[in-house]
């Protein structure tokens, strides 16, 4: 297993702003994914966070808005970017080693954009 | 779009098994059936994972049908802390592949 860690755990922003979010394991990972809950909703992934490359992004979400950063193979940010009401969610980080299958999760960061 | 499906929601008596059922008929061969649940305000739990076998951990234990189109998670003497969102997800395994998550089954376990 692993063991997630995210700052900030939570967070009250205005609309047009930014904020970047952090995750740190506390072991090398392969494998690192955001993701997002809307509220009441299920998990959507926004990106797969690739170390020294860019990151792979789903439909629906683009860089200049969620730009990630993953500069080794234990840390990654996600950045949310010219915020608006809409982004307010929990977002969470997630690591997986390949071989093993299953993911592990942080304990997500919840904002709030007013 | 998520491939599985599972009722939206379950009832369950503390100390009794909570059956958690899932439908996953389009699954392909190489494709495991994962387990996540997510208790309120927390991070999703990785639970159990299986292929064809029943699976049994010190949390759970997973039974697949022999056509592998449905399985069902149980969980033997449910308590009030095993109330959440129970995920079941079918993916390729031995990647760390990214995960779709449905709406799940909410389990709540009363007194």
């Known amino acids: 297993s692993a063991v997630i860690s995210q700052k900030p755990s939570r967070d009250i922003c205005q609309r047009g702003t930014s904020l970047t979010i952090q995750c740190q394991v506390d072991?090398?990972?392969?494998?690192m994914f955001w993701y997002r809950q809307q509220p009441g909703q299920s998990l959507t992934l926004i990106a797969t966070?690739?170390?020294?490359?860019?990151?792979?992004?789903e439909s629906g979400f683009v860089i200049d808005k969620f730009p990630i950063s993953r500069p080794n193979l234990t840390f990654s940010t996600l950045t949310v970017s010219n915020m608006s009401p809409e982004d307010s969610s929990i977002y969470l980080c997630?690591?997986?080693?390949?071989?093993?299958?299953?993911?592990?999760f942080g304990p997500g960061t919840r904002l709030t954009v007013t | 779009d998520a491939k599985t499906t599972q009722p939206p929601s379950m009832d369950c008596a503390e100390g009794r098994a909570a059956n958690l059922p899932c439908n996953h008929s389009?699954?392909?061969?190489?494709?495991?059936v994962y387990w996540y649940r997510q208790i309120h305000s927390q991070g999703p739990q990785y639970i159990i994972h299986?292929?064809?076998n029943n699976e049994t951990n010190e949390m759970a234990s997973l039974i697949i049908t022999e056509d592998r189109k449905s399985s069902t998670l149980i969980l033997p003497h449910a308590t009030l802390r095993d109330t959440a969102v129970y995920y079941c997800i079918q993916d390729a395994t031995g990647t760390a592949s990214k995960l779709t998550f449905g709406t799940g089954t909410r389990l709540q376990v009363t007194l």
């Open positions: 299986g292929l064809k």
């Open positions: 997630s690591v997986g080693v390949a071989g093993a299958g299953e993911q592990y």
């Open positions: 966070a690739n170390q020294g490359s860019e990151a792979t992004y």
């Open positions: 389009t699954i392909s061969g190489n494709e495991y």
């Open positions: 072991s090398q990972v392969t494998m």
